[in-house]
């Protein structure tokens, strides 16, 4: 910052300097080029294969996150997909009153069933940051979108435009809630919730820009797709074995 400031001085007061301070606009170039190479870029990947619908990621996110308790208030849902003889596909939220469906199943004769967990894709491209007409929703250098709870209005536009249903009107605040990747954990080198207490890993989080990541490793061993693919909104949360059927 110092230089900077010195660099301005210098360039507006001595015009004749500019030859002599390139350098440091060239070192000044470099520092944040390397900053930003060092930003870490935030992702989640989902092992659709291991989850088993136990609910523990919703439970976790409600309770650290202070969702409200109805069922249409959600930072995280999981649901589960019935594929039934007749190749049809039944979808239905993942609560406490449907983890055992087996008399269903029968009824339907079912070919097939499993979990598919969702959350905000944090989006590369977010459709509900270009929405909103006060820019409360924004997303950080570190690849995360979030609300600023004390410029948003509450007008809903984000949650239209969300593609993914992510998005939610918090009932106490007023204003758009979602997931936040639990960003005041993972700004303190923590796991987000949902990730810390999945029995099966099947949650897996980390940096997309390094090698080390145990998402790179995931992106490294198997088959990647995202939700939704053909609306280039580009999401950071990446599943594998992903279904045909899910939508």
Not at 155 to 161: L, R, V
Not at 204 to 224: D, Q, W, Y
Request: aromatic letters at 6%.
């Amino acid at each position: 910052m110092l230089r900077r400031k010195l660099l301005k001085m210098l360039t507006g007061a001595l015009p004749g300097l500019t030859i002599l301070t390139d350098p440091f606009a060239r070192l000044l170039a470099q520092d944040e080029e390397t900053a930003a190479q060092e930003l870490p870029l935030y992702g989640m990947g989902i092992q659709v294969d291991r989850c088993i619908g136990c609910g523990n990621c919703m439970e976790a996110c409600k309770a650290e996150n202070n969702v409200p308790p109805e069922p249409t208030h959600m930072r995280t849902w999981v649901e589960r997909y019935v594929i039934d003889s007749n190749n049809e596909v039944h979808v239905s939220l993942l609560n406490s009153r449907n983890r055992t469906s087996s008399q269903i199943d029968e009824q339907r004769n079912v070919l097939r069933t499993f979990f598919v967990p969702k959350l905000c894709n944090q989006c590369e491209n977010p459709p509900c940051v270009q929405v909103c007409p006060v820019e409360a929703t924004f997303k950080t250098e570190d690849g995360v979108v979030l609300v600023d709870n004390e410029r948003c209005m509450g007008c809903g536009y984000c949650i239209q435009a969300c593609p993914y249903g992510a998005r939610y009107l918090h009932p106490e605040t007023k204003t758009a809630d979602k997931c936040t990747f639990c960003y005041h954990r993972i700004s303190q080198g923590l796991l987000p919730a949902c990730v810390n207490v999945c029995p099966t890993q099947a949650r897996v989080f980390g940096n997309l820009k390094s090698p080390a990541s145990p998402l790179t490793r995931l992106r490294r061993l198997k088959k990647i797709n995202v939700l939704k693919p053909s609306l280039n909104t580009a999401p950071k949360v990446l599943y594998t074995d992903l279904d045909g059927e899910v939508r």
